[in-house]
């Protein structure tokens, strides 16, 4: 089945050391997305990714990049995770930027930041 | 500006009980798109439903059905004789035309009891 796989499901890293999780989608869509979703929250879009071109929401840290090698993957780099950075990350997938367009969710990357 | 209010935190019902989760939008767009998800304790988001701005039919998908009234700018969620596997956090979410960018409300959590 056509999915959006997210690897590790869960993740614990140290405070100050570098941390990447990683999305990969079958569906072969052009739109790729992150999230950062906390404790009884909404997700929050941190940027998105249409096909190379990257686009930044204006209130994401810098401490929060991401990297799309090819159509399949994309990565999430925090450079310099905080206690505040524990949550939960959604990658998400589109067809393409039309609002019409549903978004396919992976089931997450729960960060632990000790 | 867009914005999407869940003013339910958390409902709990008992096992086949009817409920209705609300969602009460604001948007200048003319076509716009509405959707719910469902978020199990697992983690991943689940796509329910899209509605287009021309379309207020409602809709019926086995025990889910869903309200789109555009004089009201509202769009709910109703469960008819609930299980305990709809325990989940509900979303309901606004993009416009131009770009897939989500506008999460806050979510509303469902907990049926058995």
Same mark, same amino acid.
Request: with cysteine; net charge neutral; proline share 4%.
């Given at each position: 089945?056509?999915?959006?796989?997210?690897? $590790?499901?869960?993740?614990?890293?140290?405070?100050?050391?570098?941390?990447?999780?990683?999305? *990969?989608?079958?569906?072969?869509?052009?739109?790729?997305?992150?999230?950062?979703?906390? *404790? *009884?929250?909404? $997700?929050?879009?941190?940027?998105?990714?249409?096909?190379?071109?990257?686009?930044? @929401?204006? /209130?994401?840290?810098?401490?929060?990049? *991401?990297?799309?090698?090819?159509?399949?993957?994309?990565?999430? /780099?925090?450079?310099?995770?905080?206690?505040?950075?524990?949550?939960?990350?959604?990658?998400?997938?589109?067809? /393409?930027?039309?609002?019409?367009? @549903?978004?396919?969710?992976?089931?997450?990357?729960?960060?632990?930041?000790? | 500006?867009?914005?999407?209010?869940?003013?339910?935190?958390?409902?709990?019902?008992?096992?086949?009980?009817?409920?209705?989760?609300?969602?009460?939008?604001?948007?200048?767009?003319?076509?716009?798109?509405?959707?719910?998800?469902?978020?199990?304790?697992?983690?991943?988001?689940? =796509?329910?439903?899209?509605?287009?701005?021309?379309?207020?039919?409602?809709?019926?998908?086995?025990?889910?059905?869903?309200?789109?009234?555009?004089?009201?700018?509202? =769009?709910?969620?109703?469960?008819?004789?609930?299980?305990?596997?709809?325990?989940?956090?509900? =979303?309901?979410?606004?993009?416009?035309?131009?770009?897939?960018?989500?506008? =999460?409300?806050?979510?509303?959590?469902?907990?049926?009891?058995?």
């Amino acid at each position: 089945d056509a999915m959006v796989i997210q690897n $590790p499901r869960y993740q614990v890293t140290q405070f100050g050391k570098p941390v990447t999780l990683s999305c *990969s989608q079958t569906l072969n869509h052009n739109v790729m997305y992150w999230y950062q979703q906390k *404790s *009884s929250q909404a $997700p929050k879009l941190l940027f998105h990714y249409y096909d190379k071109d990257f686009n930044n @929401e204006a /209130d994401t840290p810098d401490n929060f990049q *991401s990297r799309r090698p090819n159509t399949s993957f994309c990565f999430l /780099d925090i450079r310099s995770p905080g206690l505040g950075d524990a949550a939960m990350y959604l990658c998400a997938t589109s067809r /393409d930027l039309q609002g019409s367009n @549903e978004q396919y969710f992976g089931p997450g990357t729960r960060l632990t930041v000790t | 500006a867009q914005k999407v209010t869940q003013a339910q935190t958390e409902i709990s019902v008992v096992e086949k009980e009817d409920v209705t989760l609300d969602c009460v939008y604001e948007t200048r767009d003319t076509t716009y798109y509405l959707f719910w998800y469902k978020q199990p304790p697992s983690g991943e988001l689940v =796509f329910l439903i899209r509605r287009n701005s021309f379309d207020e039919q409602n809709e019926i998908s086995g025990r889910y059905s869903w309200n789109f009234q555009k004089s009201t700018s509202s =769009f709910n969620f109703t469960i008819t004789a609930s299980q305990v596997v709809d325990s989940a956090v509900y =979303f309901c979410a606004l993009s416009g035309d131009n770009f897939n960018k989500f506008y =999460f409300g806050s979510g509303t959590k469902l907990n049926v009891k058995p």
